[in-house]
T-cell receptor, first 111, second 114 residues
Framework: KNEVEQSPQNLTAQEGEFITINCSYSVGISALHWLQQHPGGGIVSLFMLSSGKKKHGRLIATINIQEKHSSLHITASHPRDSAVYICAVISGRSSGDKLTFGTGTRLAVRP | KAGVTQTPRYLIKTRGQQVTLSCSPISGHRSVSWYQQTPGQGLQFLFEYFSETQRNKGNFPGRFSGRQFSNSRSEMNVSTLELGDSALYLC?????????????FGPGTRLTVL
């Protein structure tokens, strides 16, 4: 079992729909990142969370440390939101932080 | 501010060769991390450099190495290339050390090993 699991793996939505992508992890973490990767490879960091909730425009990220779960929500989805969304957790160890990535959720938003 | 730049963007090598990739961080950022992305394994952490010192290392063989210069630019080297090293190599910079800080990614270098 992977330390970081994302669901769903693939998601197709109609423009305007509310979208939720989930990330569950099995280790204790100090922080969690949500990343967006567009075709061609470029990655943008959307959020870094250690507790609670963050909002940026139409994007909302939440994390529940006790339940080891985070969600990324997209409100009023748009075709330009089509991308792969990746969560990454940071867990500490004596030799430094360990970054572990989920396998990503491929989102396609149709006009 | 200019973003993170990586050179070259594309590279084709043959098995057994070695390769050096370069990453220039955002001005003022002292941490540079390297990642490998493959269709099979996804994104994996290679190593992090901060102030010219390797601060953290992922689970990769010794053929993968890196360094950081006094101007924070970083290079990674892969020796004795294998077919499985074909991947997108990404670097990311951050003002501070550690994965718990916002990271700014470069466009990546796509390496193909024939």
């Amino acid at each position: 079992k992977n330390e970081v699991e994302q669901s769903p793996q693939n998601l197709t939505a109609q423009e305007g729909e509310f979208i939720t992508i989930n990330c569950s992890y099995s280790v204790g973490i100090s922080a969690l990142h949500w990343l967006q990767q567009h075709p061609g490879g470029g990655i943008v960091s959307l959020f870094m969370l250690s507790s609670g909730k963050k909002k940026h425009g139409r994007l909302i990220a939440t994390i529940n440390i006790q339940e080891k779960h985070s969600s990324l929500h997209i409100t009023a989805s748009h075709p330009r939101d089509s991308a792969v969304y990746i969560c990454a957790v940071i867990s500490g160890r004596s030799s430094g932080d360990k970054l572990t990535f989920g396998t990503g959720t491929r989102l396609a938003v149709r006009p | 501010k200019a973003g993170v730049t990586q050179t070259p963007r594309y590279l084709i090598k043959t098995r057994g060769q070695q390769v050096t990739l370069s990453c220039s961080p955002i001005s003022g950022h002292r941490s540079v991390s390297w990642y490998q992305q493959t269709p099979g394994q996804g994104l994996q952490f290679l190593f992090e450099y901060f102030s010219e010192t390797q601060r953290n290392k992922g689970n990769f063989p010794g053929r993968f190495s890196g360094r950081q210069f006094s101007n924070s630019r970083s290079e990674m080297n892969v020796s004795t290339l294998e077919l499985g090293d074909s991947a997108l190599y990404l670097c990311a910079s951050s003002p501070k050390a550690g994965g718990g800080n916002e990271q700014f990614f470069g466009p990546g270098t796509r390496l193909t090993v024939l």
